[in-house]
């Protein structure tokens, strides 16, 4: 775990004596060893677009949707076949045993026969239907593509920011419980003189056992979100870059929110998938409709066969040999209602496809709208926080002042301290919160790309 976050250095409270000043030293020491093994860390963690790649090659939600949108180009493949010429061979042999009058022999051959059969569709508007439907299949499959993809882009984006802020609550529940560990010696050593009361010790104590708890939970929450994000990239033990410091939000482009509305309603996959759906229904109903209509097949045929001549022939053996192409109509006349019911059937069903239509862009445009406020609301708050942050620092440095001179007791100290680090933990989660908030906002409009993880990996440490 990285001891270089951009958190600031925990501030040490001091007693109003010099027999504080071993444990000075001795805390100075541990930083710096601690910001050099953070210097060592950093310089072999993951970067957002590293493990953005490892991801796009072992996630298996998305390599199943890549592998389902693969397969479809086939799928219409086999469609198209239904306008192409088709041939078929024929074999056939067998034996022949006459039974002739009396006054004639009987005889016994050998029969066998090959034959070429070929089929070119000429009208067959069902058949281009079915093509066309197939051909909007492949559009439905790259709409599903790009929704795992902007899906994994979300999800490793969740993940990595979640590992960077159980270190930041870690690092600064450490940090507090290092400063409520040095009070509480301070508050000893005062008690031990004489000029502190037993209650500031024991609020210390207090104070310094639950932040031990509160660290251990830290732990345990963090090692969670490791394996979260290991999980997600394929790899062990993967260390996340920290925000560059002075950590900068860019401001959100476009500013207006009807802009990002307008491209939901037509980039989202939802939506995409949604229309697709829609056109789809509407051949359905073509098709349906096409089932009334006569079809027209060029038809050729090539044979030869060796059996009986038969006849006159008295069941000589020879063979017989032929060919022929012309034009097959076929006509339904009457069908008991089948293709009357089916086009009823399918102008329903389009109905339900326009308003499935109608309900995917309103949820995409719902959803978009609340992600924009959302993403506004967490920049105002990261705003506010780095003004709570300014504030309690200067708090807590009043305090102490105020604590050595005798007017302010152990508690207050504490209570600063426990405010400024909880400062501290909430503006990273805001940032972080902020960060993906950009992308979420993104998604819910259907544009989040591989160029939106650039442009927050540009933003981590180097």
Not at 35 to 51: C, I, K, R, V, W
Not at 145 to 154: N, P, R, V
Not at 156 to 181: C, H, P
């Amino acid at each position: 775990m990285s001891a270089t976050r951009h958190l600031a250095s925990p501030p040490t409270v001091w007693p109003r004596h010099t027999r504080g000043r071993p444990a000075r030293r001795i805390l100075a020491v541990a930083l710096g060893v601690a910001l050099g093994l953070g210097t060592a860390t950093a310089a072999s963690a993951q970067s957002l677009l590293e493990l953005y790649d490892a991801a796009h090659a072992y996630d298996a939600t998305y390599l199943s949707a890549r592998a389902l949108a693969e397969s479809v180009p086939y799928r219409v493949e086999q469609s198209e076949a239904l306008l192409r010429p088709s041939a078929a061979l024929g074999a056939a042999t067998g034996r022949t045993a006459s039974i002739p009058p009396r006054d004639l022999p009987s005889y016994n051959a050998n029969e066998a026969s090959v034959s070429v059969n070929a089929r070119q569709p000429l009208f067959n508007r069902a058949n281009a239907a079915t093509v066309s439907q197939a051909e909007k299949s492949l559009d439905v499959s790259r709409a599903d593509l790009d929704s795992a993809e902007q899906d994994l882009i979300l999800r490793l984006a969740q993940a990595y920011f979640d590992v960077l802020g159980a270190e930041d609550t870690l690092v600064t529940t450490r940090a507090n419980k290092a400063a409520i560990s040095e009070q509480l010696a301070s508050a000893k050593r005062n008690f031990e003189v004489g000029t502190a009361t037993i209650t500031d010790t024991r609020e210390a104590q207090a104070r310094y056992d639950l932040a031990t708890a509160q660290e251990i939970s830290a732990q345990n929450d963090l090692a969670t979100k490791r394996i979260t994000l290991d999980q997600l990239v394929g790899r062990t033990d993967v260390e996340p870059k920290q925000l560059a410091a002075p950590v900068t939000i860019p401001a959100l482009e476009p500013g207006d929110p009807q802009a990002w509305v307008r491209q939901a309603e037509t980039r989202h996959p939802a939506v995409r998938r949604a229309q697709i759906a829609l056109d789809i229904a509407r051949l359905e109903t073509a098709k349906a409709r096409a089932a009334a209509l006569p079809t027209i097949d060029a038809v050729g045929s090539v044979s030869t066969a060796r059996g009986p001549l038969g006849g006159n022939f008295g069941g000589q053996l020879g063979n017989n040999s032929g060919a022929s192409i012309g034009l097959q109509l076929n006509m339904p006349l009457y069908s008991g209602g089948a293709i009357q019911n089916r086009i009823r059937e399918t102008l329903v069903l389009e109905e339900r496809s326009q308003n499935d239509l109608d309900a995917a862009r309103r949820s995409v445009i719902q959803g978009t709208r609340q992600a924009y406020a959302t993403l506004l609301s967490g920049a105002a708050q990261v705003r506010a926080l780095e003004a709570a942050e300014s504030s309690s620092q200067l708090a807590l440095e009043a305090t102490q002042l105020g604590y050595r001179v005798g007017v302010r007791v152990n508690l207050d100290v504490l209570n600063a301290q426990t405010q400024l680090y909880q400062t501290r933990r909430d503006l990273a989660r805001a940032r972080y919160d902020v960060l993906v908030g950009n992308l979420r906002l993104r998604q819910a409009a259907g544009v989040v790309t591989e160029q939106d993880v650039a442009a927050i990996d540009r933003l981590l440490a180097r």
